[in-house]
């Protein structure tokens, strides 16, 4: 059956969801831009980047405010979205140092969707992980080149492999959560669904602060999570993972005070004495080279 969720998706909700991921990737294409140019005013970025004098020869003002619409909600999703002729225009100023496409197309921003994306866009995201991720969660990963469209055999899923991905705390680690848990979705698997979701919420705050790029709409960000991934019903028993943003706040302090061993609000343990014993005996342990 169908996992619950706190929240049924209707067709305002989707909207409303897909106008916060918008939020979300525009304010990261822009914090890219004022990373690279050196500034966060969207005038000054127009005129770093394309040159813009400001005003015209009767002294009225001449900017087109495509990078200010980044940063501003419109009603009209498309116009804060880049287009490509603009990104191309921005790689070439700043001689490929702009990884604005990147942002723009995040696969981050396509596992926040609802409806989800399908079973086999999700398969592809986890193909196309890094390879410390692809060795863990999928048999003899390293023998096939992961260009898509390609499948992949599965290793199952265990508790120990989700905290390894976890202890990483990258955005990488973050989207691998995510996807193992958009995959378990899509099977109705209720416990391969929970750990990486609760796994994903703890590294949240080491996301945010490491990538500016997502905290500038972190807010946006953590509504988009919690009525895709934060608020489920798990059957028997009602348990659900808690959905009150300001444990994201208190994580985001505690990682700030102490970014190695930080006193996180929640947490969901260590991996088992099984791989504890594995590596002070220096055993193998899955995904290792």
Request: proline residues 8%; contains cysteine; positive net charge.
């Amino acid at each position: 059956m169908p996992i619950p969720n706190l929240f049924p998706i209707t067709a305002e909700l989707a909207i409303a969801q897909a106008e916060r991921i918008e939020r979300c990737r525009s304010a990261a294409c822009f914090a890219e831009l004022a990373i690279v140019f050196g500034t966060s005013s969207a005038t000054e970025l127009e005129k770093r980047i394309d040159g813009a004098s400001g005003k015209d020869a009767d002294g009225f003002a001449t900017y087109s405010g495509k990078y200010r619409r980044l940063i501003t909600l419109s009603k009209k999703l498309s116009v804060t979205r880049m287009s490509d002729n603009t990104i191309k225009d921005i790689e070439d100023k700043s001689q490929g140092k702009a990884k604005v496409r990147r942002w723009r197309d995040h696969v981050l921003f396509d596992l926040l969707q609802e409806p989800p994306i399908s079973s086999e866009a999700v398969h592809q995201i986890l193909v196309q992980c890094p390879p410390w991720i692809r060795r863990r969660i999928f048999i003899d990963s390293w023998l096939v080149d992961p260009t898509p469209p390609v499948i992949l055999p599965r290793f199952r899923l265990d508790r120990d492999t989700v905290l390894a991905i976890r202890n990483r705390r990258t955005l990488d680690a973050f989207v691998a959560l995510l996807a193992l848990a958009r995959e378990a979705e899509h099977g109705s698997h209720q416990q391969e669904h929970s750990l990486p979701a609760a796994c994903a919420r703890e590294i949240f705050p080491f996301v945010i602060k490491d990538y500016p790029h997502l905290s500038a709409r972190w807010i946006d960000l953590y509504e988009c999570l919690k009525v895709s991934f934060w608020s489920r019903t798990y059957l028997p028993g009602g348990f659900y993972v808690p959905i009150e943003p300001f444990e994201a706040l208190e994580g985001m302090v505690a990682v700030l005070r102490d970014p190695i061993h930080p006193q996180l609000p929640f947490s969901m343990g260590i991996p088992s004495a099984e791989a504890a014993r594995k590596k002070a005996t220096g055993s193998k342990i899955r995904g290792q080279p």
